[in-house]
């Protein structure tokens, strides 16, 4: 089915999604690049300034308890210059350099002394209270920024800590390098989840869309498959099969009246014809066994059979010739039925190999009777799906068949060949050759090769137009061919027809 060239443009369901989720990430990673530019400044700032009130609390405890002056707290007082990166100094209320930190050379120390007493003076503070002041000052001999807090220690001493503004502007820096190469990891990971994500979400869409598109097509052997944990997809899905299995019985129903339409057509046109080649057929085939049968009857009637030997021939030959006659009847039958069509519907799966072995065991008595050795060639069994009486019956007249002519060294073998979709089913009898002018005409109704042959086994000509007729129907093939050493008749058929 062709889309209009003026259709709408096409874009998958699959792909929208896609999109829509890979944008979505788009703009988190976005939005988190905004809040580092935008916030992450302030936010790092406001922590450095809770983190020198700690620091100035500690040391505030320290100077109360009298260790903060003490040689065992050198090691406490620079773990905590280092691990906080704060210059430290402490000074007394006289201006003489208690502690300081000892990274700090003594210009450094005299820097931040002058910058203690020039910020007591007052600047604008981002922290003010009774013990400190927290401003943001610019070092003149450096002109670099530092957080500065300026107090009071418990004790009385001055304080001071002070935090380079350029340490946070590096991490702020290798925060922001390394949240883009995160965010790049991220997007890219991400991508391909979603893609994976994306692609099993849709498959069922998919699926049913190629469903839907056979259905438009007319081929409703496409069945969805609903998943384990079931969604509103799968029961969508099982709408269609139901739909599908609808649609499916309509066409068939709708092709079997067109076919029965088309049958009545041509049987109203071959109706006469055939009536007519039928009934001259069966006169004639009839004809011989009931003279037989009529002949013996008025010879017992008459009392030509006085002694009990002749009376049991003559009884022999009227029951042989009803027999005959019987099966003529049956096989006229099975004909008649075939030609006026065969129910397709009553196909059934069976294994084609017991129903060939079990034939010929029910044929074991004739067998032995004819000293006839059977060989089978199969190496397995196989399942077909067809009908099995219309296989069975060509079967067995083909078996009948070879029985009846097997002459030489007597031997039936019975092959069956897997071609994969299909299966081959082959008869060979040793015995005379068919007369290549008679192999295409073995199908024909009521022909005979050998009439005399025939005629004493109670053959009527009929067995392999049955069996034409039942391959016909069961879209088999079917055929005969000559050996040195015998005839092999086979058939072929589909596995699923």
């Known amino acids: 089915m062709k889309l209009n060239n003026n259709a709408t443009r096409f874009v998958s369901t699959r792909k929208r999604i896609l999109i829509l989720i890979t944008s979505l990430i788009l703009l988190l990673l976005v939005m988190l690049w905004l809040f580092n530019t935008l916030f992450l400044s302030i936010v790092y700032r406001r922590e450095k300034v809770e983190n020198m009130e700690e620091v100035f609390a500690r040391l505030d405890e320290a100077s109360i308890a009298g260790a903060l002056y003490e040689s065992r707290y050198d090691k406490t007082f620079e773990k905590l210059s280092a691990d906080n990166n704060l210059d430290i100094v402490v000074v007394s209320s006289n201006g003489v350099v208690i502690l300081t930190s000892g990274r700090e050379k003594q210009n450094t120390v005299s820097r931040l002394l002058d910058a203690l007493l020039a910020n007591r003076e007052g600047k604008e503070s981002i922290v003010h209270n009774d013990a400190y002041d927290i401003v943001l000052d610019e070092d003149e001999y450096l002109g670099d920024e530092y957080l500065i807090l300026i107090g009071t220690l418990r004790d009385g001493n001055l304080i001071m800590l002070r935090y380079a503004m350029a340490n946070m502007a590096l991490s702020i820096q290798i925060f922001d390098e390394t949240t883009v190469v995160v965010a790049i990891i991220v997007f890219l990971v991400a991508f391909l989840l979603v893609e994976i994500f994306t692609r099993r979400l849709t498959k069922p869409v998919m699926e049913l869309t190629d469903i839907s598109k056979k259905m438009s097509e007319l081929d409703f052997g496409v069945k969805y498959k609903p998943r384990e944990i079931r969604s509103e997809i799968d029961i969508l899905g ?31 046109e071959k109706n006469e014809q055939m009536r007519t080649e039928f009934l001259s057929g069966v006169a004639h085939e009839l004809k011989t066994p009931i003279a037989l049968i009529q002949g013996y009857a008025e010879g017992l009637s008459d009392g030509m059979a006085d002694d009990p030997e002749s009376r049991d021939y003559y009884v022999d ?14 096989q006229l039958i099975s004909l008649n039925e075939l030609e006026y069509g065969v129910d397709m519907e009553s196909q059934e799966e069976f294994n084609i190999t017991e129903m060939i072995r079990g034939l010929v065991d029910s044929s074991k008595i004739l067998l032995e009777q004819n000293d006839i050795k059977v060989e089978y060639n199969i190496d397995e069994d196989i399942n077909v799906v067809s009908i099995p009486n219309l296989v069975e019956t ?25 071609k994969g979709d299909r299966v081959c089913v082959s008869v060979f009898n040793t015995g005379d050759n068919i007369p290549e002018e008679s192999l295409l005409r073995l199908w024909e109704k009521f022909y005979k090769v050998d009439k005399a042959r025939t005629r004493e086994y109670g053959g009527s000509g009929i067995g392999l137009s ?27 058929i589909d596995k699923n027809t």
């Not at 030959?317 to 049956?330: G, Q, R, Y």
């Not at 067995?396 to 069956?416: F, P, R, T, V």
């Open 466 to 492: 049955v069996v034409k007729l039942a391959m016909d129907a069961v879209k088999g093939k079917y055929g005969v061919y000559n050996t040195n050493s015998g005839v092999t008749f086979w058939f072929e």
């Open 238 to 268: 099982e709408h269609m099969n139901s739909m599908s299995s609808t649609l499916r019985d309509t066409y068939v129903k709708l092709q079997k009246a067109n076919v029965e339409l088309k049958k009545d057509i041509e049987l109203r």
């Open 317 to 330: 030959v009227i029951v042989d010739e009803s027999a005959k006659m019987n099966k003529m009847v049956s």
């Open 394 to 418: 060509a079967f067995s007249n083909y078996l009948s068949n070879a029985i009846h002519y097997c002459m030489g060294d007597k031997i039936i073998k019975i092959s069956q060949l897997d």
